[in-house]
T-cell receptor, first 111, second 113 residues
Framework: DAGITQSPRHKVTETGTPVTLRCHQT?????MYWYRQDPGHGLRLIHY???????DKGEVSDGYSVSRSKTEDFLLTLESATSSQTSVYFC??????????FGPGTRLTVT | DAKTTQPPSMDCAEGRAANLPCNHS???????VYWYRQIHSQGPQYIIH???NNETNEMASLIITEDRKSSTLILPHATLRDTAVYYC??????????????FGKGTHLIIQP
């Protein structure tokens, strides 16, 4: 398995609180991604990064921000969590040829 | 990106070959065919990709028709652990690869004992 970890794996938080999810890789891949997965919607891209300090928005970026200060870490922040952000969040790392390797996921519940 | 069409579900007997079809009739010449799968509650897993030649790796074989309008993923000896949702994705490869993958609904493959 690709060296990619996510933390925390599970989190329950209250509406309005900030939340940060961390993705860490040991593969030195250039590209990193955050997806969310919800029933009936499949996987949807939130944000992605193509290098340190280089990030861009995906399909469902509203309410989320990201940062990448070093190659191995990609952080996803929910500034003020809402119930609609209850989801399973997957981080992925990728190569130029779209071979993406996914982490184990973080299950986030916003109450 | 070219659109793909997959059957929503398929069954296969354990030990038999599982053949998963994918139609991509609008594929462009520079677009690759990628296959991923997602086992329940886990992150998606890359399986294989190809441009126009058939490809094989330790997990599967990918057969692409000569006109490239369809492809088949073959799991040669399916096991219960191959039960998963399989996604066929068509995408341009190369430096523009930063903007992620678009996952459709895929095919839910169920391996029967």
């Amino acid at each position: 398995d690709a060296g990619i970890t996510q933390s925390p794996r599970h989190k329950v938080t209250e509406t309005g609180t900030p939340v940060t999810l961390r993705c860490h890789q040991t593969e030195n891949h250039r590209y990193m991604y955050w997806y969310r997965q919800d029933p009936g919607h499949g996987l949807r891209l939130i944000h992605y990064s193509y290098g340190v300090k280089d990030t861009d928005k995906g399909e469902v970026s509203d309410g989320y921000s990201v940062s990448r200060s070093k190659t191995e870490d990609f952080l996803l922040t929910l500034e003020s969590a809402t119930s609609s952000q209850t989801s399973v969040y997957f981080c992925a790392i990728g190569t130029d040829l779209y071979e993406q390797y996914f982490g184990p996921g973080t299950r986030l519940t916003v109450t | 990106d070219a659109k793909t069409t997959q059957p929503p579900s398929m069954d296969c007997a354990e030990g038999r070959a599982a053949n998963l079809p994918c139609n991509h009739s609008t594929i462009s010449g520079n677009e690759y065919v990628y296959w991923y799968r997602q086992i329940h509650s886990q992150g998606p897993q890359y399986i294989i990709h190809g441009l126009k030649n058939n490809e094989t790796n330790e997990m599967a074989s990918l057969i692409i028709t000569e006109d490239r309008k369809s492809s088949t993923l073959i799991l040669p000896h399916a096991t219960l652990r191959d039960t998963a949702v399989y996604y066929c994705i068509v995408r341009v490869a190369g430096g523009g690869g930063a903007d992620g993958l678009t996952f459709g609904k895929g095919t839910h493959l169920i391996i029967q004992p």
